[in-house]
């Protein structure tokens, strides 16, 4: 998936401080979601979901592992049952 297609999930992974799967964000990771949101010009580039603790983000800020659990467990192979 896109970054495009998971805005919604984004903005609601900011207001809530959680993961998809309930679980907390850092300040870290939060401050990596508004960089997701703010960057308009990577609104294509793939997501990227965290096995560790479910967050979902762009692939761009998270190159060494995950930046709110530190799991190396990612994934770009994202569906629609994922962000559910």
Known sequence: ???????????????????????????YALEAIDATLADQKNLEVEV???YGCCIILSSLLVPSGCCNCGSKDLNTNITQADIK
């Open 1 to 27: 998936m896109k970054v495009s297609e998971v805005i919604n999930i984004l903005k609601m992974e900011k207001a809530l401080k959680r993961t998809p799967s309930g679980r907390p964000i850092t300040d």
């Open 48 to 50: 990227i979901k965290c």
